[in-house]
């Protein structure tokens, strides 16, 4: 099972959490002892901020810790009450829009996550990917370009293997999207016309923001390892 790193250290993401929200706090304080109301400026600053770096978690632990201080920092200040209409509406404006931003970045930090991790860091080969939406599509990337990459039809794709284990290869992919891992060796057919033996290793992954399956595997041609079933491979962050 390949287990994806985070792009940060969760303490890193935490601990700039913390200081994000010492820092509105402060200049919020400092700016309403001077007579100006920008205490919601900073402290959403502070949520997206540590939402956009560290993801959901970080940017609603922001949004925790501001909260006191969005009630302490209201009209009559210095007093754990809100008054009048317009208090309530700035707080629940404060509220939903952290919210909001929280969520966004949620999915921005999972993409990010996933995008700078390569399979292949350390075999060598390529990346391939299979998303079966949509009639099924293909991704492949190698890792000395892990930002590149090429995605066709699986149609398409197809095509590039040899005609003798298309059929074969249809039925390994199939079943891999039942039990969660799979191995193959096929023939891909170069653009010169030479065929060549790849060594596939993969398994499934759920992704729970767009709610679905697909596969992820690693690729080798066999002339490059003399037994590539036997080596160990690991997710590992490029960058």
Not at 41 to 54: D, E, H, N, P, R
Not at 57 to 68: E, W
Not at 99 to 110: A, D, G, H, N, T
Not at 216 to 231: D, F, K, S, Y
Request: proline share 5%; aromatic share 14%.
């Amino acid at each position: 099972m390949i287990k994806f790193p985070e792009t940060y250290p969760w303490w890193l993401r935490y601990a700039t959490s913390i200081f994000a929200a010492s820092v509105a706090w402060s200049l919020s304080w400092f700016f309403v002892h001077h007579g100006l109301r920008l205490h919601s400026s900073f402290m959403l600053t502070a949520v997206v901020i540590t939402a956009w770096f560290g993801g959901f978690g970080p940017g609603v632990l922001t949004f925790v810790l501001t909260i006191p201080a969005q009630i302490l920092l209201r009209d009559p200040i210095n007093i754990w009450s809100i008054r009048g209409h317009s208090g309530w509406a700035g707080f629940c404006i404060y509220i939903v829009n952290a919210i909001v931003v929280c969520s966004l970045f949620r999915k921005r930090y999972y993409q990010k996550s996933h995008s700078t991790v390569s399979p292949v860091a350390v075999t060598g080969g390529w990346m391939w990917k299979f998303d079966p939406a949509d009639g099924g599509t293909i991704e492949t990337n190698s890792p000395e370009f892990p930002s590149l990459s090429i995605t066709r039809t699986f149609a398409m794709w197809l095509e590039t293997v040899h005609p003798d284990d298309r059929e074969y290869l249809q039925k390994q992919i199939q079943q891999a999207l039942s039990n969660g891992q799979f191995a193959a060796r096929y023939h891909v057919v170069h653009n010169d016309g030479e065929v060549r033996l790849v060594s596939m290793f993969g398994v499934k992954i759920n992704d729970n923001s767009l709610r679905r399956d697909y596969l992820i595997a690693t690729c080798l041609e066999v002339g490059a390892r003399e037994n590539p079933e036997h080596l160990e491979w690991h997710a590992l962050p490029l960058g």
